[in-house]
């Protein structure tokens, strides 16, 4: 084996130790103020394929899933499986005072693959109209994790700290189908959110001697079903080169994705009480389980346009819309949202995807970058400088696979609260096998 490939390998084994190191210390450091709100920090998916802003609406390619847009699956010419991870590092700012965290996780498991094997199509000499992809996937929907003290001074009567603390988060689980004619392709998404939110408040008085303090407990378990419905529309440029390959010919992807409100149930524990740890005294106000509810998450859609000339260079752009206000939730009915808006744009280069002897010709160098504005506070907004690369890999069976790396670069702004500067940095791995549903002959 040459000696450059036995260093690649050895050098995406030493980044795959480092991301596992780095979430076994982060996760336990995990604290994001702003997660203290609604259903926590939603979770906006990264694709493997990622490092140019998320683009996602009319991105589609044979050998990367688009898990966002269910359309994109009826491109896809081989079996392909992807897994990802991150770790974020970011620094909270609120006046004077500063903050340092760390945090990580498994971004996405995916799983998809087209129901016919192109192969097949070649050797019978079959031209396919109509194609039809499955996937299914598991990702975080969102998180909660916080740990944040304040101090009240009431002059003349006492000093109160208030400890807000949460754990926990909601999870996807989905199930994708996309059927694809010539250059229109259709898809419906299907999925369960699921998970649970720990969130406690205390107040300690400080200043009256032997003073209980007040504890606020609630544990709320949420569970729902979600759809959404997205479409591809491929416009060539220019004729095809060779056969029926779509991707041959340059072109434009208009595509969109969305859905109307989508309903959930919780099923909540709350407690109210009141403890003196000097005399070991408690007084129970409150204490209720299995207190049933209902809640609503948002309509969304997103639309966007992408230009390709495959093998070599991708620009596209993509708008989003939001609209939590009208998100709803029994467990906690006093809080309310706002709505958001996303706009990105980002683009692929491959220098040359038919290099032989020069490796770094046949990365593909990705760079993005997108605004958003936040449900939780009016004026809260997110930017971020984004720039990732698609490092190929051929596998024993000769089936191109990758390894993706992306970062990001951005902060969250706001006028009169917490203030935070991050980066984040993502590790996804994409495996494609194109021996799926092939049909082998004898004789």
Do not use: C
Request: charged residues 20%; glycine residues 8%; aromatic residues 14%.
């Amino acid at each position: 084996m040459p000696n450059f490939l036995k260093d690649f390998r050895g050098g995406v084994f030493t980044l795959f130790l480092l991301f596992l190191t780095a979430l076994a210390i982060a996760q336990p450091k995990d604290n994001s103020p702003y997660s203290r709100l609604g259903l926590g920090e939603i979770v906006v998916p990264t694709l493997s394929a990622g490092g140019f802003a998320g683009l996602s609406a009319a991105y589609a390619d044979p050998l990367h899933i688009n898990f966002q847009n269910p359309a994109s699956i009826a491109w896809l010419s081989t079996a392909t499986y992807e897994a990802g991870l991150y770790a974020e590092r970011a620094t909270l700012k609120f006046g004077g005072d500063k903050s340092k965290i760390w945090t990580g996780n498994l971004s996405h498991l995916v799983l998809a693959f087209p129901l016919h094997n192109t192969h097949n199509d070649v050797l019978d000499k079959k031209k396919r109209k109509l194609t039809w992809g499955m996937g299914i996937s598991l990702t975080p929907f969102s998180t909660v994790g916080y740990d944040i003290e304040t101090t009240s001074v009431i002059p003349e009567i006492d000093t109160t700290v208030n400890v807000y603390q949460g754990t926990g988060g909601t999870n996807k689980a989905q199930w994708s189908n996309s059927w694809r004619y010539k250059n229109t392709s259709f898809g419906v998404h299907l999925g369960y959110v699921f998970g649970q939110l720990e969130r406690t408040r205390r107040v300690v008085f400080t200043d009256v001697p032997v003073s209980y303090e007040d504890i606020f407990k609630d544990n709320i378990s949420i569970r729902g079903f979600v759809w959404s419905v997205g479409a591809q529309q491929m416009i060539q440029l220019e004729k095809k080169k060779t056969g029926d390959d779509l991707y041959n010919g340059k072109a434009l992807i208009i595509g969109a994705f969305g859905n109307s409100t989508n309903s959930f149930s919780t099923n909540s524990t709350v407690l109210r009480m009141r403890y003196n740890f000097d005399y070991n005294h408690r007084d129970t106000m409150q204490y209720l389980t299995d207190v049933e509810g209902n809640g609503k998450l948002p309509s969304e859609w997103t639309v966007g346009i992408m230009y390709q000339d495959p093998g070599k260079l991708r620009l596209g752009a993509e708008y989003s819309a939001n609209n939590w206000s009208q998100y709803e939730n029994d467990a906690k009915p006093d809080e309310t949202l706002v709505d958001t808006r996303r706009i990105a744009v980002g683009g692929e280069y491959i220098p040359d995807i038919a290099s032989y002897n020069n490796y770094f010709k046949r990365i593909r160098y990705r760079a993005g970058f997108y605004h958003r504005t936040d449900p939780r506070l009016e004026d809260l907004k997110q930017y971020a400088l984004t720039v990732g690369f698609g490092l190929p890999v051929i596998l024993p069976r000769q089936q191109t696979s990758f390894v993706n790396l992306a970062f990001e670069f951005g902060k969250y702004d706001t006028s009169n609260a917490i203030k935070e500067n991050f980066i984040k940095m993502s590790l996804g791995f994409t495996l494609n096998d194109s021996s799926w549903f092939f049909k082998r002959k004898f004789g």
